[in-house]
Nanobody, 124 residues
Framework: QVQLVESGGGLVQAGGSLRLSCVAS????????MGWYRQAPGKQRELVAR???????NYADSVKGRFTISRDNAKNTVYLQMDSLKPDDTAVYYC??????????????????WGQGTQVTVSS
């Protein structure tokens, strides 16, 4: 069993900041990429930022220069620092991780896991 638990969402005024955290727990052997997605009402879920196990990252064009993704491998945690927030950033933010679990035959089985989502609301 693997769980991803997000925290840090909330209501903030435009121009403000929030920091999201996501902790992965359970029978984890290794974590490959981790990332954040978001889904606004009536829109499809979209990638916000992603980071590899070696801390190489990429961002959606809409958040470049404002958001920073980081991770702490020792804590199985990924963070998203969001600065200069805009009303268009309002969405439910989901944590995602590609996690490997050690199988019975000593192979590593990888799968995508998702958190339950945390609401971010930016008021104008």
């Amino acid at each position: 069993q693997v769980q991803l638990v997000e925290s840090g969402g909330g209501l903030v005024q435009a121009g403000g900041s929030l920091r999201l955290s996501c902790v992965a727990s359970g029978s984890i052997f290794t974590i490959n990429r981790m990332g954040w997605y978001r889904q606004a009402p009536g829109k499809q879920r979209e990638l916000v930022a992603r980071i590899t196990s070696s801390s190489s990252s990429n961002y959606a064009d809409s958040v470049k220069g404002r958001f920073t993704i980081s991770r702490d491998n020792a804590k199985n945690t990924v963070y998203l620092q969001m600065d200069s927030l805009k009303p268009d950033d309002t969405a439910v933010y989901y944590c995602n991780a590609f996690i490997g679990i050690l199988g019975r035959d000593a192979t590593v089985d990888y799968a995508d896991y998702w958190g339950q989502g945390t609401q971010v609301t930016v008021s104008s």
